[in-house]
């Protein structure tokens, strides 16, 4: 019996590079003492002198601040871009970026309509029917600006205002892009992946690097670019009080391995979804995220917990649900084991939205990152499955250079070979090159007079390399090593017994079809019926 393992544990043997960075950061941008009806009728009172509150005034505020950000962009030359429905806008940003060459600046400036929450004026009569203003806060759509720069620290981010009071702003950055950076000014070698990075000379340094990303870092950036753009608020506003603030929307922790087999990464990932479908149970949920659920009862734990897989072209990816928070797992770039954490309401983990909980948002992301791969279990080593079987089937380069061919599955050539080893096995005295030819060319048909010694030297070279055989010293004879047996044994069973019969059985046409025709006829029907309901057949 094979004790499932964790994906931990497999990957301490394959892994070449690990780093913990935090990743994407989506941050509100506000003014805390504007976010409600109140504070917009202190505003208006102290701050513009009017005695009747009304949103009516803060339109004068919006026109400023637009003009202001035209402004800004027709003296310096910046490109302008209004955002059609449905266009991506990261695409655009690339695009541009490709283009920009300065160490730091604005890339481009964007305006796209958006609906967002603010305050309108309503009219409401009093008991005796007389008028008044009265402030609501709804949802309206209206102009956003897009401002995309780089940062010398940051590299590309961007920071977009609403146009209308209180003049909310998003600001979005990617930590890799920061760590990436500081690494290149810190002297490291390394190569970038994306966000990621796909090889560093000094790891460790690299992730002390990563470690010093941090909220007042991150407040810094805020503060340096609001002194550079267009502002909606005075001096005077500011010096009363009313300054932005950040608080977290959304953050995601990352943990990326590099692997030292790549190609057989995306083996080892379908295996890790196929054994690992379970994850998004509540008792396995409780063990990645270190939370008691209550799932009845008056104080039931809230939220959707589950597995999902979801496929993007041809890359798969696992996403495990919990409450607002999701971790998802996926193969990078056909490269590496990328496992990240996005928490989208730090509500869940009973901690306020400001920055300064950014510590706390780490540790929990980053831990539930480890403790996935603790939980996920293994039936089996898929990459050193992935790489023995390349090793057999496919070319190998020897330590002098030469390229020796592999022994193709069911080619009938190989297959002689393996068939032979399992009947050399028992020979105790080991076998020759003639042994050999004569029992393959048996095996193939042919009279083994036609088979030339060149050829035998040559699948004996086969052989040897992939260690099946190993030459008796002083000898030109040969025995079978235990792993020849035990692979020959394998690849002769599961072509004869498994791939023959089934084919057979596929290919061969009866009114009583056994399960694995019935199996294939029945998805046949599946798809058909598929295709039929969403009319996509030919």
Request: hydrophobic share 40%; glycine share 6%.
């Amino acid at each position: 019996m094979t004790i499932p393992r964790s994906v931990a544990d497999v990957l301490t043997t394959h892994t070449l590079v690990e780093v913990e960075c935090i990743d994407r950061m989506y941050l509100n941008v506000y003014v805390p003492g504007l976010q409600y009806a109140p504070g917009l009728v202190a505003y208006v009172h102290r701050q513009l002198g009017l005695p009747v509150a009304s949103t009516a005034p803060l339109a004068r505020i919006t026109d400023r601040f637009s003009a202001a950000v035209h402004r800004f962009a027709d003296t310096r030359h910046i490109p302008w871009v209004d955002f059609v429905r449905g266009q991506r806008k990261d695409d655009v940003m690339h695009e541009h970026l490709r283009q920009f060459t300065a160490p730091e600046g604005v890339v481009f400036v964007g305006r796209a309509q958006e609906r967002t929450p603010l305050f309108r004026t309503e009219k409401r009569r009093d008991a005796v029917g007389k008028s008044y203003p009265w402030i609501v806060k709804t949802t309206g759509i209206v102009n956003h600006y897009y401002f995309y720069c780089v940062d010398a620290d940051f590299g590309p981010f961007f920071l977009k205002f609403c146009s209308y009071f209180p003049y909310n702003a998003k600001l979005c950055i990617n930590g890799h892009h920061w760590a990436q950076r500081q690494a290149s000014r810190a002297g490291l070698e390394f190569t970038a992946l994306d966000n990621a990075f796909a090889a560093v000379d000094d790891p460790d340094s690299l992730q002390a690097i990563c470690d010093r990303l941090t909220g007042p870092r991150i407040d810094a950036l805020l503060r340096k670019w609001l002194a550079i753009l267009p502002d909606p608020f005075t001096d005077a506003d500011r010096e009363a009080g009313y300054r932005y603030d950040l608080s977290v929307l959304q953050a995601e922790f990352s943990l990326t391995q590099m692997l030292d087999a790549p190609v057989s990464g995306r083996v080892f990932f379908e295996q890790v979804i196929r054994d690992n479908l379970d994850l998004g149970r509540p008792d396995q949920v409780t063990l990645v995220f270190d939370r008691r659920l209550m799932r009845r009862g008056p104080r039931a734990t809230p939220g959707r917990f589950r597995t999902r897989v979801i496929t993007e072209g041809v890359t798969p990816s696992l996403h495990v649900d919990y409450k607002h928070t999701t971790i998802k797992q996926y193969h990078k770039q056909g490269r590496a084991l990328r496992t990240e954490t996005t928490i989208n309401d730090t509500r869940d983990f009973h901690l306020g939205k400001r920055l300064t909980h950014l510590p706390a948002l780490r540790e929990i992301g980053f831990h539930a990152n480890r403790r996935l791969l603790r939980v996920q279990r293994l039936s089996h080593d898929p990459i050193t499955g992935a790489d023995a079987l390349a090793t057999i089937t496919g070319p190998v380069t020897t330590a002098a250079g030469t390229r020796v061919p592999g022994l193709r599955f069911a080619d009938q050539r190989s297959h002689a070979l393996l068939s032979a080893l399992l009947v050399f096995r028992l020979h105790p005295n080991g076998f020759t090159n003639k042994d050999l030819r004569t029992l393959t060319g048996e095996l193939r048909g042919l009279d083994p007079d036609t088979v030339s010694t060149g050829q035998m030297t040559y699948d004996l070279r086969r052989l040897k390399t992939r260690n099946l055989i190993t030459r008796i010293e002083g000898t030109h004879r040969y025995q079978v090593t235990d792993l020849g047996l035990d692979t020959a044994k394998f690849l002769t069973c599961v072509h004869d017994r498994v791939l023959r019969t089934g084919l057979a059985e596929l290919a061969t046409p009866t009114t009583t079809p056994g399960g694995l025709r019935a199996a294939a006829t029945a998805y046949r029907t599946a798809v058909d019926t598929l295709t039929g309901t969403a009319q996509l057949a030919a």
